[in-house]
């Protein structure tokens, strides 16, 4: 069933305006944190109510995750409470709530990508409010939580805040030298395509639940950079690193890749992260 009425949280995200055009035949109330605090229970309870929406999709996140060692009630704030009082907003109005977590909530070592069964087991602030946000937005009836990593998808000079894929995109283009982790090995996420999978869920009857909306494979942070550098035609300028010699307040998962074999059952399979890197640099550059 297509919604008539989606509010989307964190609209001005990448994330969000990646949700907000794949839903645009449907009525969108977008907020921005100028228009909706999402920390403040009573004006959340407010504004989902006056909507009525079918359909409340929260792309609002604290994704500082040195800052949060420093920013813990900030984060709790923004990751965990919101969380709860936006789930609780989506039940009473009768909505399906959909909410955003991440790979960081799981840190163990492995040979073979995550599942949803894995434990989590968080080390740091941040892994720790998103889990907390997690159980938050699962205790809504019908609720989608969906764990992505490394989201990418921004366009050129895009003003926000950039992941991890932009900054080394950047150095590429502009001739650079890059610092790549060689030890961390993630499944990257393209926004439009997390899009993609967020209304196929929501749409078509899937169980409701914990799901991981990852693209398909998964890399070191070097060969994504190698990967991106072939596209783009250039020469790579990188500089290998690893996580123990960097000066990080909050420990980082070095295993991060995630299967996203659930969503896959459901009939939506996310295309390699391959093939979502050239599409997202062939329309960047256009």
């Known amino acids: 069933?297509?919604?008539s009425r989606v509010v989307v949280?964190?609209?001005?995200?990448?994330?969000?305006?990646?949700?907000?055009?794949?839903?645009?035949?449907?009525?969108i109330?977008?907020?921005?944190?100028?228009?909706?605090?999402?920390?403040?229970?009573?004006?959340?309870?407010?504004?989902?109510?006056?909507?009525?929406?079918?359909?409340?999709?929260?792309?609002?996140?604290f994704n500082d995750v040195d800052g949060s060692e420093d920013r813990p009630l900030e984060a709790l704030a923004v990751n965990a409470f919101a969380v709860r009082s936006l789930a609780r907003a989506a039940e009473a109005a009768?909505?399906?709530?959909?909410?955003?977590?991440?790979?960081?909530?799981?840190?163990?070592?492995?040979?073979?990508?995550h599942d949803e069964r894995v434990r989590p087991a968080p080390r740091s602030t941040y892994a720790a409010s998103k889990l907390l946000g997690e159980w938050f937005a699962l205790e809504a009836p019908g609720a989608f939580v969906l764990r992505v990593e490394s989201l990418f998808g921004s366009?050129?000079?895009?003003?926000?805040?950039?992941?991890?894929?932009?900054?080394?995109?950047?150095?590429?283009?502009?001739g650079r030298d890059v610092?790549?982790?060689?030890?961390?090995?993630?499944?990257?996420?393209y926004t439009p395509d997390v899009a993609a999978a967020t209304r196929h869920l929501v749409t078509t009857g899937a169980e409701p639940g914990l799901y991981?909306?990852?693209?398909?494979?998964?890399?070191?942070?070097?060969?994504?950079?190698?990967?991106?550098a072939a596209i783009l035609r250039v020469e790579p300028k990188?500089?290998?690193?690893?996580?123990?010699?960097?000066?990080?307040?909050?420990?980082?998962?070095?295993?991060?890749?995630?299967?996203?074999?659930?969503?896959?059952?459901?009939?939506?399979?996310m295309p390699p992260w391959q093939d979502a890197l050239q599409r997202w640099l062939v329309e960047r550059a256009a």
């Not at 909706?36 to 959340?44: E, F, G, S």
């Not at 709530?97 to 990508?113: A, G, L, M, R």
Request: hydrophobic share 40%; charged share 20%; proline share 6%.
């Open 1 to 3: 069933m297509t919604p």
């Open 9 to 27: 949280t964190g609209a001005r995200g990448q994330l969000g305006t990646a949700i907000q055009h794949i839903f645009r035949d449907a009525t």
């Open 29 to 61: 109330v977008a907020h921005t944190r100028d228009t909706l605090d999402v920390t403040d229970p009573h004006a959340v309870a407010e504004a989902i109510a006056d909507v009525k929406p079918e359909v409340m999709i929260n792309c609002t996140a």
């Open 94 to 113: 009768g909505a399906v709530f959909v909410h955003y977590s991440t790979d960081f909530v799981i840190h163990i070592d492995s040979d073979e990508p």
């Open 155 to 174: 366009p050129a000079g895009w003003a926000g805040r950039r992941g991890t894929l932009d900054r080394i995109v950047e150095g590429l283009e502009q």
């Open 179 to 189: 610092r790549v982790f060689t030890d961390r090995i993630v499944s990257p996420s």
């Open 212 to 228: 991981h909306c990852v693209n398909a494979g998964y890399a070191s942070w070097h060969d994504v950079a190698r990967e991106a």
């Open 238 to 269: 990188l500089v290998p690193v690893t996580v123990d010699s960097m000066p990080l307040k909050a420990p980082r998962p070095r295993y991060c890749a995630l299967s996203s074999r659930k969503l896959s059952a459901t009939g939506f399979s």
